[in-house]
């Protein structure tokens, strides 16, 4: 059973970067057919796709975050990091870690459970 | 203001069948790309609940099924329980946006 773990900093303040670490358990981040996701959930809202990347370290970034986001991975320690640089209180949500079946449209079977990350000085 | 579109709320009494859309254009749903639904209970992660359109996961019970047509996708769900409450969100991809879209999601009550 494939678990995902998201650790990272309680609390950010403006003008920051945001950095979020997946750990994943019961299953090797390299090969397959997956991709690495980060998803987010802003309060009360729907969920917003960041972006995701393959075990060989391809990314796919969401177009309107992509100026400030890097996604990267660290297969020895099987996990994978996001980086959100120049945060406002707009990216205040849930991040949520997620691997994704390859292709366009590819479906997210297992979750992290998510970590509030509020952007507040 | 979501590429997909969902009714903010549905409701149903148990043992009914309630329907969720998921309505989209030529440029996502209509495009071919698959339409995902994900289940979330509250102050949970959501969960895999429909794949590929009308597959469901190991685990997932078959009172609940998705089918799509044209440029919109649609959750069914029979038997309704008091544990069905919760949001349900679709997911498909858009070419023009080159993004991975999920709807605004769907409160499910049962009354």
């Known amino acids: 059973q494939v678990q995902l773990q998201e650790s990272g900093p309680g609390l950010v303040k403006p003008s920051q970067t945001l950095s979020l670490t997946c750990t994943v358990s019961g299953g090797s981040i390299s090969g397959g057919d997956y991709y690495w996701s980060w998803i987010r959930q802003h309060p009360a809202k729907g969920l917003e796709w960041i972006g995701y990347i393959y075990y060989s370290g391809t990314t796919y970034y969401n177009p309107s975050l992509k100026s400030r986001v890097t996604i990267s991975v660290d297969t020895s320690k099987n996990q994978f990091s996001l980086n959100l640089s120049s945060v406002t209180a707009a990216d205040t949500a849930v991040y949520y870690c997620a691997r994704s079946l390859r292709g366009y449209s590819g479906y997210s079977d297992y979750w992290g459970q998510g970590t509030l990350v509020p952007v507040s000085s | 203001q979501s590429v997909l579109t969902q009714p903010p709320s549905v409701s149903g009494a148990p043992g009914q069948r309630v329907t969720i859309s998921c309505t989209g254009s030529?440029?996502?749903?209509?495009?071919?790309?698959?339409v995902h639904w994900y289940q979330q209970l509250p102050g949970t992660a959501p969960k895999l609940l429909i794949y590929n359109n009308n597959n469901r996961p190991s685990g997932v019970p078959d009172r609940f099924s998705g089918s799509k047509s044209g440029t919109s996708a649609s959750l069914a769900i029979t038997g309704l329980q008091a544990e069905d409450e919760a949001y349900y969100y679709c997911q498909s991809y858009d070419t023009s946006l080159s993004v991975l879209v999920f709807g605004g999601g769907t409160k499910l009550t049962v009354l």
């Open positions: 030529s440029s996502n749903i209509g495009a071919y790309y698959d």
